[in-house]
């Protein structure tokens, strides 16, 4: 692809939207419903019991949020830019074959208030000739600084 310009490494995302911090808060849920069941005896039995089940429910959520994280970010990872091409995780890309570039903003409405944006997401999308498209997260990569760079490499 040519010589290497420049090199972007994917941001880390927040303790409790990583897997360690899943495992953590649902390791201490575990351990607290232990606890709660073996040494509880001064809670009454179906406090005892309620207790103890609410925790467990909250580990395997935390445990199943942690999982599922996993699995969404297993294709972030570094952005390699090149004189002739882009290299992402999710595959390369030469500039001759890139059709269209462009950040895909993606506005989250609330459920109550539809005129009210709860949350914003920024996506660059890479479309290819064959019909294929790369996409990098704003939350991960610096999308507009990738943006320009490609565009200024293009001309």
């Known amino acids: 692809m040519g010589d290497l310009i420049q090199v972007y490494e994917a941001g880390a995302p927040a303790f409790f939207q990583s897997l360690t911090g899943m495992l953590i808060i649902a390791s201490i849920f ?21 207790l103890a089940m609410l925790s467990f429910f909250f580990g395997a959520i935390a445990l199943g949020n942690g999982y599922f994280k996993k699995m969404t970010n297993t ?26 570039l462009f950040i895909y903003v993606d506005q989250e409405k609330s459920f109550i208030n539809p005129t009210q944006v709860v949350d914003v997401r920024k996506v660059l999308l890479i479309k290819i000739q064959d019909k294929k498209q790369l996409e990098l997260q704003g939350a991960y990569y610096p999308i507009q600084d990738i943006l320009n760079q490609i565009e200024d490499l293009r001309k």
């Not at 575990?30 to 309620?50: D, H, Q, S, V």
């Not at 830019?81 to 999710?90: S, V």
């Open 75 to 100: 294709e972030v990872g570094t952005v390699k830019i090149y004189q002739n091409g882009i290299e992402t995780p999710r595959g390369s890309a030469l500039f001759s074959e890139m059709k269209e």
């Open 30 to 50: 575990f351990i607290g419903a232990a606890l709660i069941l073996w040494l509880g005896k001064k809670i009454p039995y179906n406090y005892r019991t309620l």
